[in-house]
């Protein structure tokens, strides 16, 4: 399969660029050997929001000391469910986007393995060339 461009990883650093790129009419395959949308979505930012929220209102009541009194008793198992539910459905949900755009998904480990390429990202020329006919790109 013909390619234009190829991310290894569907973090939000390629997803942003691969939705463009496949919307201006390119060819985009992500490759993903975990969860679709990367760490901030599944493991990072949004689980961290959703898992600290209920603890900065508590610190933010205790802020108030006789004017609210008692103490807020937080769930974790309640909470767990609930960042659950919000956040396992993400990947699933990136997915259908990144199809819909006609971005072509393939869970494997990329690797690139054309040693040119590696000394184009040292010489920090990569970006004004073309990478097609240099990127030799494995998934197992
Ligand atoms: C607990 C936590 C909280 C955070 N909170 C915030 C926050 O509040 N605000 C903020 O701005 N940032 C936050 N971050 C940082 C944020 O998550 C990262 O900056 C962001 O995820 C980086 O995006 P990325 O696409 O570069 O990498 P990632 O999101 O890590 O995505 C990389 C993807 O590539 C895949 N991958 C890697 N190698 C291969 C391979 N060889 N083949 C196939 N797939 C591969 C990985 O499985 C992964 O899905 C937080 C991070 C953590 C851990």
Known sequence: MDFDVIFIGSGHASWHAAVMLSQAGKRVAIIEEDTIAGTCTSYGCDPKILLDGPFELKNQLRQYPGIINGDVDINWSALMDYKNKIINPLPVQLEQVFK???????????????????????????????????????VD
């Open 100 to 138: 819909a755009v006609g971005i072509t998904i393939i869970k494997g480990h990329g690797q690139l393995t054309d040693k040119i390429l590696w000394r184009l990202i040292q010489i920090n020329i990569l970006p004004r060339i073309s990478l097609l006919p240099l990127v030799n790109i494995l």
